[in-house]
């Protein structure tokens, strides 16, 4: 019995001349072949376009898109909380908790601040802070505190030995003053100082931070207010992730 693939593509008959006998049958196999390589490529691509674009594959927008147990769906902030999220301004606490009332350290602080304002992280910042360990090899929390302090936002908390203590927590007043000398070149100047914050026991560069962030509406939706506010006591995770989405519109605006 004759198989297919015993039909010779190339036939050279004995009077010398070329003769093509072509196989339909195993034309008709290579090109269905062909066909269902193609559906299933096309296939593969169309269903890893849709988990792509779903976000399946990116953690960070998938925590952002869940929803939190301990934020109401229909909390008026919800949605710059789960922007701070999508974009790492402010992680999540752990899993489908976002922590909103969980103090942050000066780590954190420095984190939001240098992601909000779009510096660029290049992995080979000098690090000068003896309590800071920094890896070259890799972009970690010790390049966030170097761009912080190279950009004269955020200094160290002791110069003997030279400090920044990253674990500690950061206070409100901290919180102004760092996003006020962050953004310190794109800020309204202050036409007029409150007379709340005026009389508020702070240093002049806080007052005028203060007034600044204000003015620009970054403090919209943090319930940070003057005069009411415990400006010593710890930014919260909802305060400073409102605070950092804000930020980072403001100079995306600029």
Do not use: C
């Not at 190339?10 to 196999?29: M, Q, T, V, Y």
């Not at 701070?84 to 976002?98: K, M, N, S, Y």
């Not at 400006?231 to 403001?250: C, Y």
Request: aromatic share 8%; glycine share 6%.
């Amino acid at each position: 019995m004759r198989r297919d693939w015993d039909i010779p593509i190339l036939d050279e008959p004995a009077d010398g001349r070329e003769k093509k006998r072509f196989s339909w049958r195993l034309a008709k196999r290579i090109v269905l072949n062909l066909f269902v390589l193609t559906a299933f490529v096309g296939a593969v691509y169309a269903l890893y376009t849709l988990v792509e674009s779903s976000g399946i594959l990116d953690p960070a927008e998938v925590q952002a898109q869940m929803a939190f147990e301990d934020i109401p769906e229909n909390y008026v902030q919800v949605e710059r909380i789960k922007t701070a999220v999508e974009t790492g301004l402010v992680p999540a606490a752990a899993g489908t908790r976002f922590g909103p009332t969980d103090p942050m350290d000066r780590t954190q602080l420095a984190t939001a601040v240098v992601l909000a304002m779009g510096w660029e992280l290049d992995g080979q910042a000098n690090q000068i802070f003896d309590d800071v360990e920094a890896d070259a090899t890799t972009i970690d929390d010790s390049d966030y505190i170097a761009a912080i302090f190279w950009h004269h936002a955020m200094s160290g908390t002791g110069d003997d030995p030279l400090v920044f203590s990253p674990d500690a927590s950061a206070s409100v007043r901290l919180m102004l003053l760092v996003m006020g000398r962050a953004a310190t070149e794109e800020l309204p100047e202050v036409d007029e100082m409150g007379d709340v914050i005026a009389d508020l026991e702070l240093t002049s560069d806080e007052k005028e931070a203060f007034q600044r962030l204000l003015d620009a509406q970054i403090l919209d939706g943090t319930a940070i207010q003057p005069g009411i506010t415990d400006l010593d006591g710890p930014v919260l995770r909802e305060q400073l992730a409102i605070a950092a989405v804000n930020l980072k519109a403001f100079i995306d605006r600029q």
